[in-house]
Structures are given as C-alpha cells and as structure tokens.
C-alpha cells in the first residue's frame, strides 16, 4: 500500500520551454501532497505543499509563477516548471500524505534544462 | 535538521554487522519522526516512524530510538545486507498550525555496507 508514482521520470527539455511533472497516489487518496526539489548530495528542500481544490503554500523564496503547482484530484497533483532555465535543471520528487502525518514518496523525476 | 553542504557523512559497515545511524533534530516541538532510505535515483523509501511520546519503536531489522531531551534520534540496522547500501534521511515535523503537516529533512548520513 501508499505507493505514490511521477511521470515523466527523466525530461530533457531546451531553455525557455515549459515542463510538467504528475503525481500520483496509487492506492489511496491524498488531499495534501509536497513537492520537493533535491540537489545532488543534498537532502530535500520543500518547495510548496499541494492541497487538493486550494491554492499551493509555497515555501519561502520559491516563485509561484514558476513553478506551477495544480492538484485537481484526490489523486493527481501536477508541478509546471514554466520558462526552464539550465537552473531549474534538479531531481523533484513528489510525496503524498497518508492519514495524518505519514509522507509517502514518489521515485522523482530529473529535470535537464539544456 | 538544516538542509547543509555538499559532503555527506558516511558510515562505512561489514556485512552483518549492526549499524547505527545518528541524527540530530532542530525543533523540540517535534512531535513527528520518519526515518527515509534513498537509493541512488530514486525517491525517499519509509522506514519506520516515531512519535514523541514514545522513545523506542522497533521493525523488521529495524529500531528507531528517540531521546528528547537532546533532541537526538537514531536508527539501528541489525546484520546489515549489501542491499541496505543507500543514503538515510532523518525528518521531523513540528506541530504546525493552519493544518498542514511540513517534515524538515536532516541532512542526510551514507551507509556503506561492505561484504
């Protein structure tokens, strides 16, 4: 149980072009879901958490503009890198909460802005 | 629990020994604790959890000790396998309020397990 999958796994994408990431939670509901961002050697920065039918609480100094966060369903929230930049280029990685306090993970998705 | 630097501590283990992974937390309103395995190129995989008001809970080759008064946590792999071979994540969450449940990520420990 508490499988969370992300689609696409790897992009490759040209500078200036917009991408986005899907979520999901499998085998149940989840009205809340975080999206992360991982450097390499690093440990998970937040970005924003996902609320279904709400607005994202983004996390200090991440823009809302570019990264667009939607979560219309109890299972779906989608991440929208808009105007990639070579900086954007990172490894995201989804969780979706699970009852009160458990987070559960997605495998990532590694983002190359070319 | 500061998301810090580019050089992660690393344990370095024989098969078949016990492992002890160490973590210090930030918050001592934290009433939440997860232990996460990364494997290379993938996303945090749960171990096991903690809430405060207990200070020991064990798993399947697994045991999780808290100790709140300096705000330490650690995690205990028993006859460490090559499989275990990843990188190990504390986290913490601090009762917040508007009713979201934000975990803040230690900085991450190496386990390298050697046959």
């Known amino acids: 149980g508490a499988v969370v999958s992300q689609h696409p796994s790897r992009v490759i994408c040209k500078s200036g072009t917009s991408v986005k990431i899907e979520c999901r939670s499998l085998?149940?509901?989840?009205?809340?879901m975080f999206w992360y961002r991982q450097f390499p050697k690093q440990s998970l920065m937040l970005m924003a958490t996902s609320n279904e039918g709400s607005k994202a609480t983004y996390e200090q100094g991440v823009e809302k503009d570019k990264f667009l966060i939607n979560h219309a369903s109890l299972t779906l929230s989608t991440l929208t890198v808009t105007s990639a930049h070579p900086e954007d280029s990172s490894f995201y990685i989804c969780?979706?909460?699970?009852?009160?306090?458990?987070?559960?993970f997605g495998p990532g998705t590694r983002l190359l802005v070319l | 629990g500061e998301n810090v630097g580019l050089h992660l501590p690393t344990l370095s283990v024989q098969e078949g020994d016990n492992s002890i992974i160490n973590c210090a937390y930030s918050n001592s309103a934290s009433d939440y604790f997860i232990w996460y395995k990364q494997e290379s190129g993938k996303g945090p995989q749960f171990i096991i959890d903690i809430r405060s008001n207990m200070d020991k809970r064990q798993g399947q080759r697994v045991t999780v000790l808290l100790n709140k008064t300096v705000k330490h946590l650690s995690l205990q792999i028993a006859a460490t396998q090559p499989g275990d071979s990843a990188v190990y994540f504390c986290?913490?969450?601090?009762?917040?309020?508007?009713?979201?449940?934000?975990?803040?990520f230690g900085a991450g420990t190496r386990l390298a397990v050697h046959p």
């Open positions: 969780s979706a909460l699970a009852g009160r306090e458990t987070q559960y």
């Open positions: 085998d149940f509901q989840a009205t809340t």
């Open positions: 986290a913490e969450k601090a009762p917040v309020g508007g009713g979201y449940n934000k975990l803040i």
